[in-house]
């Protein structure tokens, strides 16, 4: 037990120092991770009408904690490349997953303001409920957990940063942009649909619009959404721990 | 003192090419031991093997009786490391850098907050407590991932190069630091390239080559390694120009008074001291340029080797 509230600890102080106090020292940053959320749901309500616009309020909140968390990819690579702290972590008994736990819930901060300003939104537009309310945290959560093992996953292939800096727009785009996250998935055409679940953020996305009662779909459908996206990120968490650099072979 | 870190036949290879070849050493407990040798030696290699951070190809190492493979959680709670280039966080500041480093190690925030004002204030970064690191110097970067590595009093502490890059006045200032660390009884294992560094610092030291020692013990046995020899004379000949020949000190000459390493463009006599005030005279009345110092490890790793550290010369 006292191994828990150690790592715990561990986990909060390196959210302090990794999350907290980089927005602290340069809030504007935060501004980043919502302009393109922000200008979409602009466009969308511009072009196709409040009613469609409450997609890109789900397809925002998304969004922003897709950008935020896929920066997770470079913060990693920098910890461990450039400012080489992560090898006095590996040299502590903190543990390499409260290491990697703490950076993925620091780079949420990232994305902080728009998490709560397309939350706010939601919750006003869409009339949501305690278990509305619930599922679309669950499915938040999917979102990050699985973005956030993606990004790590990444950042263990990286052997400069320069490797990265394509990769958290490009991202961005294929996770957050193309797939049915601003949109409902029956505007793909049917035999693409396929394509549309090769993207871990679908499957949120689906709840999402299925919590909010944006689409609509048999009972189990926002199960199997949920189901989807939990496996999906188990795949990812699995291969990340494959391939993360903790101590090396 | 017992025994606090040990290695035995340590190897490490990446395909075929071997970064360790059989690697051995004891280091005491309250000691500094220095490992010493040019960049590419295998020095960062053993280093990160015995800070757990790298698995062996073959050997065994153990620090405080607890192996670095199988008991790397238990080692790791008595270890703690500066990795050679690292840098602190440019927006973080000292003392939010020590207070994490301590946390995380399972610290509570009471005790790390105290410690860390503690270790800040006694590696004079009370006044840069609250400056960012960017506002930071090199030499008061090093001393903030020192201060981290320092505050958690681990018993063994592992400094891959710590004052590479430093200037002269912040690098000495590293070395006090870690002379008290040793002074309250604890280990250190460095690693550097320079030879003052490894002398003034180390209470034992290996010369590293290729992945292999090829001189161990404290620095006086280390220099003993060449019998017969206590001064180096460095002969600086003139290459011949147009205007004519340079008087010159044929090599047969030089090696009538000891053993002759060529470095760089210089060549070093290794003879008595009786050898060297002949020698010196004889160059000077030639007008061939000289100087004479006492045998140092450098001449000792040029004699082992074959070529100096950070150089390619060969030994004639």
């Known amino acids: ?249 | 003192m017992p025994v606090v870190l040990s290695a035995e036949n340590l190897e490490k290879r990446y395909g075929s090419k071997r970064a360790l070849n059989g690697v051995s050493i004891k280091v005491d407990g309250g000691t500094v031991y220095a490992l010493l040798g040019p960049n590419g030696a295998g020095k960062t290699t053993f280093v990160r093997i015995m800070a757990t951070q790298l698995l062996p190809s073959a050997g065994r190492a153990s620090i405080l009786g607890y192996d670095v493979v199988a008991q790397a959680s238990k080692v790791r709670e008595h270890i703690s490391v500066v990795p050679q280039e690292a840098r602190p966080m440019s927006l973080m500041t000292p003392y939010e850098h020590v207070l994490t480093y301590l946390i995380s190690r399972g610290l509570d925030i009471s005790t790390a907050r105290s410690r860390a004002n503690e270790i800040i204030k006694s590696l004079n970064l009370g006044v840069y407590r609250d400056e960012i690191c960017s506002n930071l110097s090199g030499g008061l970067r090093q001393r903030t991932l020192i201060a981290m590595a320092m505050s958690s009093q681990a018993d063994v502490l592992v400094l891959d190069e710590p004052t590479i890059g430093l200037d002269p006045v912040a690098r000495v200032d590293v070395w006090n630091l870690i002379r008290e660390y040793v002074s309250s009884g604890k280990t250190i294992l460095l690693t550097t390239h320079y030879m003052e560094e490894a002398e003034a610092l180390s209470d034992k030291l290996a010369i590293v080559n290729q992945g292999a020692i090829v001189a161990e013990g404290t620095s006086s046995e280390i220099r003993g390694k060449l019998p017969g020899a206590t001064h180096v004379v460095v002969v600086l000949q003139k290459p011949a120009t147009a205007k004519g020949v340079a008087e010159r000190i044929d090599t047969e000459v030089l090696a009538s008074y000891g053993r002759v390493l060529k470095a760089g463009s210089a060549q070093r006599v290794l003879t008595s001291e009786a050898g060297a005030s002949e020698l010196a005279n004889l160059c000077l009345r030639r007008g061939v340029e000289v100087s004479v110092r006492q045998i140092s490890l450098e001449d000792v790793f040029i004699s082992e080797v074959g070529q100096e550290i950070g150089g390619d010369s060969q030994t004639n």
């Open chain 1, 1 to 249: 037990m006292a191994g828990i509230r150690r790592q715990i600890r561990a986990i909060a102080a390196l959210i302090w120092f990794d999350g907290y106090l980089p927005i602290r020292r340069s809030p504007f940053n935060v501004v980043n991770f919502i302009v393109n959320p922000l200008t979409i749901l602009f466009f969308i309500y511009i072009f196709a009408g409040p009613g469609k616009a409450e997609f890109a309020l789900v397809g925002g909140l998304v969004a922003v904690i897709v950008g935020s968390c896929i920066v997770l990819e470079t913060e990693a690579a920098f910890i461990r490349l450039v400012a080489r702290l992560q090898d006095m972590f590996v040299s502590s008994p903190l543990s390499s997953i409260s290491y990697v736990i703490s950076l993925s819930i620091s780079q949420l901060f990232n994305g902080l303001l728009g998490i709560v300003l397309f939350s706010i939104l939601i919750s006003v537009y869409s009339h949501l409920n305690a278990i509305s309310g619930f599922e679309i945290g669950l499915a938040a959560i999917i979102t990050w957990a699985s973005v956030s093992a993606l990004g790590f996953m990444i950042s263990t292939f990286a052997r400069d940063l320069r490797d990265l800096w394509v990769y958290s727009p490009l991202l961005t785009v294929l996770l957050s942009f193309l797939p049915p996250v601003f949109y409902p998935i029956t505007l793909i055409p049917a035999p693409f649909r396929f394509v549309a679940y090769l993207a871990p953020t679908t499957y949120p996305a689906q709840a999402m619009q299925l919590a909010t009662g944006l689409i609509s779909g048999p009972p189990s459908a926002l199960a199997l959404n949920f189901l989807g996206g939990a496996l999906y990120t188990l795949i990812l968490v699995f291969l990340a721990a494959r391939f993360a650099r903790w101590r090396q072979k």
